[in-house]
């Protein structure tokens, strides 16, 4: 057995805290995961996970609006604008108004931005390939309908609680 916590039973890392925390817990360590791969792109390519992601959306849909770049990322406009105009600023997007509507900007990338879409390795979306072969289509499939059944109620934020009641979370 050799417990490193004195035969106390399993390692804290392994008990079991219930399915809502255990499913918790896993969500907490993909977000680290993405915060420390991001962080090593931005030191090694020099852009974040986000903004690669935001490259290659725009890159599948030259001509993007900005608003619906935000919905595809389920981001709010105003957080995206920020991240958008230090991308044009360093040369990776082109922001054009909207011909028939001025206040709408489309999004083009530039061939620097085109070429930091063609990355492979060491990027987000690189360790999320590997995972997803390994994965059968019928687990991928329940896997994305959790995720977005996840995403959706996180949406409703505290909307949803009856009045005069908090979160507690």
Known sequence: MGHQNGGLGPEPDTRSLGNVMDFLRLLWAINHGLATTSRFMKTR???????RLIIRVVGEFPGI???DLARI???????LTGALQLMSQRG?????????DRRRLRLHLTPKGRRLGHMS?????AAVSRTLARIPPSKLKATRHVLSLL????????????SGRASSA
């Open 151 to 162: 995403a959706d109620n996180l949406d409703r934020k505290d909307s949803e609680l009856p």
């Open 73 to 79: 990322l389920h981001l709010d406009p105003s957080t």
């Open 45 to 51: 390519f020099g852009i974040t996970g986000r903004q």
């Open 121 to 125: 390795m060491g990027t987000v979306e």
């Open 92 to 100: 990776l997007l082109i922001l054009r108004a909207d011909q028939s």
């Open 65 to 67: 609006s900005a608003g």
